[in-house]
């Protein structure tokens, strides 16, 4: 006989089949991986994707019984392998994309190692983190949907986990795992809006290898045209009243006072003098426009606004040359409200060193401009008269506005521009009236921006896509300050009045390198709506969620509670949970057994119930046989019909197909049943 302390026969072999990890979990595992890995598929090396499928196939490879599970060292080479190229690939390992990139790896790996039910869990939660990566790259809405089926799918590969009888792929394990996730929504929407907002303990890297699509803090000729063809948002405004007509909406965003080797630049925070950085409080003309913005990530730290723009969010800083400036880099969506005075007059006093930094021109460069400019000039009666005079002469000679203009000489680009290509885009024809200006000595500056944006009829938002990126010039002239000037307008005015696409219309460049975008097929009226759609759905998800930071909290707990303090901010989130949680509780605690009965059983518990209307009750415990036993004892007419019954119910109850008798079925236990029919005459017989 065994000790006390002795391991009963068989017990370790049942312990070790506890911990498989079911076919049906494994399967569910793979699934969950590979849509886990898909959104960053375009962000991460294609030899990565290929580990993937190679550790799948591994690891049904070892299901199979084919193949081993690695060896130590094979699984350091591996381990090793993978970090050598993640190194590789992007040169480092320190930045947002190598570390996610190299978890991503590790996420591959630990597949082909996962033996035990421990492993398989180790991989499961770390797929959950694996899903919040892709909030560090995009909060969009339809990635957000794709991360909650990535959600299900990982819950479900746990509830199949926990399954392990459940040896074929099982379709019905994401129905409770859905039913899991719906019952902790409610939960979720109280912590999303109540739980306080804290500042990280962590910081995470830049996104130093992300692919950026924006303007540069410089400029040259083409650089803006190549951004032209991209159909992405820039950024969404709307606007508190009436919406401005669109060829006053002039977005600035840079302003590129230097000029050298044939490349503008803006002005650093240190090639500006300390007495000079300070922004100059100008007069408020007029009625100012009061607008809210949502930008998507810039990885920089301009802003975009109006004529004269000023911003009520912290961290926003007013620039001498009248811009908006964020002390943090845009790496997310952002979102600010800004004022702007469209006729107010900007720097009517010019100090003597920003004079000189507006006029400053590379010594001997564009000859044949500089002489143009200067002859022009003696012919004008003042500044004004000759900004309009060399408009005039962009309209007036054969200039081509276009999106493919010839490549210009690095040497007197300008020069090669005005007098021989005379083909550009809007970079172009700003960058040379700004040098026409400044060799005459009337200072003149290149801004950057984006000009107009596409109105949203169903929401009233304007939408300011990449293609609306855009050049033009101010000029400074004596009473009246720094001036807009678009030459772009002399020579194509339906850019500035309709936008790029009827601008160009007659070349067929607009988007012609995004055959696929919703915006090239505007003229379908159903594609048109649906996307007008999406892009309200968008803004109200970037405003409502992606844009609910600590300051909107505290707005909506004043809202609700009218002075925040710790004891009603306290009785709302208990309250809350308990208005969410207690009606879960209640279900749990009334829950019955739902299982569904099968006939066999229905047919069996007829026979018990017949027995006990006549008082012979089933008692707690007994089994089939016993209880055929123990009536019969008593009433012996029915032990030959009770014999049978009991036994027929066990042997299609309790044993495997294979091993029952031919002649035994469900029907034929069925019909036994419906013949069963005891009567309390029989008593009296016994």
């Given at each position: 006989a065994?000790g006390?302390?002795?391991?009963?026969?068989?017990f370790?072999?049942?312990?070790?089949?506890?911990?498989?990890?079911?076919?049906n979990?494994?399967v569910?595992?793979?699934?969950?991986?590979?849509?886990?890995?898909?959104?960053?598929?375009?962000r991460?090396?294609?030899?990565?994707?290929?580990?993937?499928?190679?550790?799948?196939?591994?690891?049904?490879?070892?299901?199979?019984?084919?193949?081993?599970?690695?060896?130590?060292?094979?699984?350091?080479?591996?381990?090793v392998?993978g970090?050598?190229g993640?190194?590789?690939?992007?040169?480092?390992?320190?930045g947002?994309?190598?570390?996610?990139?190299?978890?991503?790896?590790?996420?591959?790996?630990?597949?082909?190692?996962?033996v035990?039910?421990k492993?398989?869990?180790?991989?499961?939660?770390?797929?959950?983190?694996?899903?919040?990566?892709?909030f560090?790259?995009?909060?969009?809405?339809?990635?957000?949907?794709?991360?909650?089926?990535?959600?299900?799918?990982?819950?479900?590969a746990?509830?199949?986990?926990?399954?392990?009888g459940?040896?074929?792929?099982?379709?019905?394990t994401?129905?409770?795992?859905?039913?899991?996730?719906?019952?902790?929504?409610?939960?979720?929407?109280?912590?999303?809006f109540?739980?306080?907002?804290?500042?990280?303990?962590?910081?995470?890297?830049?996104?130093?290898?992300?692919?950026?699509t924006?303007?540069?803090?410089?400029?040259?000729?083409?650089?803006?045209?190549?951004?032209?063809?991209?159909?992405?948002?820039?950024f969404r405004?709307?606007?508190?009243?009436?919406?401005?007509?669109?060829?006053?909406?002039?977005?600035?965003?840079?302003v590129?006072?230097?000029f050298e080797?044939?490349?503008w630049?803006?002005?650093?925070?240190?090639?500006?003098?300390?007495k000079?950085?300070?922004?100059?409080v100008?007069?408020?003309?007029?009625?100012?426009?009061?607008?809210?913005?949502?930008?998507?990530?810039t990885?920089?730290?301009?802003?975009f606004?109006?004529?004269?723009?000023t911003?009520?969010?912290?961290?926003?800083?007013?620039?001498?040359?009248?811009?908006?400036?964020?002390?943090?880099?845009i790496?997310?969506?952002?979102?600010?409200?800004?004022?702007?005075w469209?006729?107010a007059?900007?720097?009517?006093?010019?100090?003597?060193?920003?004079?000189a930094?507006?006029?400053?021109?590379?010594?001997g460069?564009?000859?044949?401009?500089?002489?143009?400019?200067?002859?022009?000039?003696?012919?004008?009666?003042?500044?004004?008269?000759?900004?309009?005079?060399?408009?005039?002469h962009?309209?007036?000679?054969?200039?081509?506005?276009?999106?493919?203009?010839?490549?210009?000489?690095?040497?007197n680009a300008?020069?090669?521009?005005?007098?021989?290509?005379?083909?550009?885009?809007?970079?172009?024809?700003?960058?040379?009236?700004?040098?026409?200006m400044r060799?005459?000595?009337?200072p003149?500056?290149?801004?950057?921006?984006?000009?107009?944006?596409?109105?949203?009829?169903?929401?009233?938002?304007?939408?300011?896509?990449?293609?609306?990126?855009?050049?033009?010039?101010?000029?400074?002239?004596?009473?009246?300050?720094?001036?807009?000037?678009?030459?772009?307008?002399?020579v194509?005015?339906?850019?500035?009045?309709?936008?790029?696409?009827?601008?160009?219309?007659?070349?067929?460049?607009?988007?012609?390198?995004?055959?696929?975008?919703?915006l090239?097929?505007?003229?379908?009226r159903?594609?048109?709506?649906?996307?007008?759609?999406?892009?309200?759905?968008?803004?109200?998800?970037?405003?409502?969620?992606?844009?609910?930071?600590?300051n909107?909290?505290?707005?909506?707990?004043?809202?609700i509670?009218?002075?925040?303090?710790?004891?009603?901010?306290?009785?709302?989130?208990?309250?809350?949970?308990?208005?969410?949680?207690?009606?879960?509780?209640?279900?749990?605690?009334?829950r019955?057994?739902?299982?569904?009965?099968?006939?066999?059983?229905?047919?069996?518990?007829?026979?018990?119930?017949?027995?006990?209307?006549?008082?012979?009750?089933?008692?707690?415990?007994?089994?089939?046989?016993?209880?055929?036993?123990?009536?019969?004892?008593?009433?012996?007419?029915?032990?030959e019909?009770l014999?049978?019954?009991?036994?027929?119910?066990?042997?299609?109850a309790?044993?495997?197909?294979?091993?029952?008798?031919?002649?035994?079925?469900e029907q034929?236990?069925?019909?036994?049943?419906?013949?069963?029919?005891?009567?309390?005459?029989?008593?009296?017989?016994?």
């Amino acid at each position: 006989a065994a000790g006390a302390g002795a391991i009963p026969a068989g017990f370790g072999s049942a312990m070790k089949l506890l911990q498989q990890i079911p076919r049906n979990a494994l399967v569910w595992i793979i699934i969950a991986q590979f849509a886990l890995v898909a959104p960053h598929a375009g962000r991460i090396p294609g030899w990565i994707l290929g580990l993937y499928l190679f550790a799948a196939f591994w690891r049904v490879q070892v299901y199979r019984g084919h193949w081993s599970f690695p060896a130590r060292s094979v699984k350091a080479v591996l381990a090793v392998g993978g970090f050598t190229g993640i190194y590789f690939s992007y040169g480092s390992v320190i930045g947002l994309e190598p570390t996610v990139a190299l978890l991503l790896t590790a996420f591959a790996l630990k597949l082909i190692e996962l033996v035990a039910r421990k492993d398989a869990y180790v991989l499961i939660f770390l797929g959950y983190f694996v899903c919040a990566t892709e909030f560090l790259f995009t909060q969009d809405l339809l990635i957000t949907l794709y991360c909650l089926i990535n959600l299900a799918l990982l819950t479900t590969a746990l509830v199949a986990l926990h399954q392990p009888g459940e040896h074929q792929f099982n379709r019905h394990t994401i129905k409770l795992a859905s039913v899991m996730i719906l019952q902790a929504m409610p939960l979720m929407l109280v912590l999303f809006f109540l739980f306080p907002r804290i500042a990280p303990l962590w910081t995470v890297p830049l996104k130093s290898h992300t692919a950026k699509t924006g303007i540069s803090d410089f400029m040259k000729p083409g650089d803006v045209s190549k951004l032209s063809r991209s159909a992405e948002v820039a950024f969404r405004a709307r606007f508190d009243g009436d919406i401005p007509d669109r060829s006053q909406l002039y977005w600035r965003a840079l302003v590129f006072s230097r000029f050298e080797v044939g490349r503008w630049s803006n002005l650093g925070y240190f090639n500006v003098p300390a007495k000079e950085r300070r922004s100059t409080v100008m007069e408020k003309a007029g009625e100012p426009l009061r607008y809210s913005i949502i930008m998507e990530p810039t990885q920089q730290n301009w802003l975009f606004g109006l004529r004269y723009a000023t911003a009520d969010r912290p961290g926003i800083l007013a620039t001498p040359d009248f811009r908006l400036y964020s002390l943090l880099v845009i790496e997310d969506d952002f979102s600010y409200r800004v004022e702007s005075w469209p006729e107010a007059r900007l720097e009517t006093e010019l100090s003597a060193w920003r004079r000189a930094v507006e006029l400053r021109l590379p010594d001997g460069d564009n000859p044949r401009a500089r002489d143009w400019a200067r002859l022009l000039r003696e012919k004008s009666p003042d500044d004004r008269a000759f900004a309009e005079a060399v408009l005039a002469h962009f309209n007036r000679e054969p200039f081509v506005y276009t999106l493919e203009p010839p490549l210009l000489p690095d040497a007197n680009a300008m020069d090669a521009f005005l007098f021989e290509t005379r083909r550009g885009f809007c970079e172009h024809f700003a960058a040379a009236f700004v040098v026409a200006m400044r060799s005459a000595g009337v200072p003149a500056r290149v801004v950057a921006g984006y000009q107009g944006g596409e109105l949203n009829p169903v929401n009233k938002t304007v939408i300011v896509h990449q293609f609306d990126a855009h050049a033009w010039a101010e000029v400074w002239l004596e009473g009246e300050g720094w001036v807009r000037f678009d030459p772009t307008g002399a020579v194509a005015p339906e850019r500035i009045e309709s936008g790029l696409e009827d601008a160009v219309a007659g070349e067929g460049t607009f988007l012609s390198e995004s055959p696929l975008s919703p915006l090239r097929y505007r003229s379908v009226r159903w594609i048109n709506q649906l996307r007008l759609r999406y892009d309200a759905l968008t803004y109200r998800w970037q405003s409502w969620v992606v844009g609910f930071d600590g300051n909107a909290q505290v707005t909506l707990l004043r809202d609700i509670l009218g002075e925040v303090s710790a004891g009603r901010f306290a009785a709302v989130f208990i309250g809350s949970w308990i208005l969410v949680l207690l009606p879960v509780a209640l279900g749990l605690l009334r829950r019955r057994d739902t299982r569904p009965v099968s006939s066999l059983d229905r047919g069996y518990l007829k026979v018990c119930e017949r027995l006990a209307n006549l008082g012979y009750p089933r008692v707690t415990g007994e089994s089939a046989t016993q209880y055929a036993a123990r009536v019969s004892a008593d009433c012996p007419v029915w032990s030959e019909p009770l014999t049978e019954l009991s036994s027929l119910y066990a042997e299609l109850a309790y044993t495997s197909p294979a091993q029952r008798d031919p002649r035994s079925s469900e029907q034929v236990f069925l019909k036994a049943v419906k013949r069963f029919r005891p009567r309390p005459g029989d008593l009296d017989g016994a």
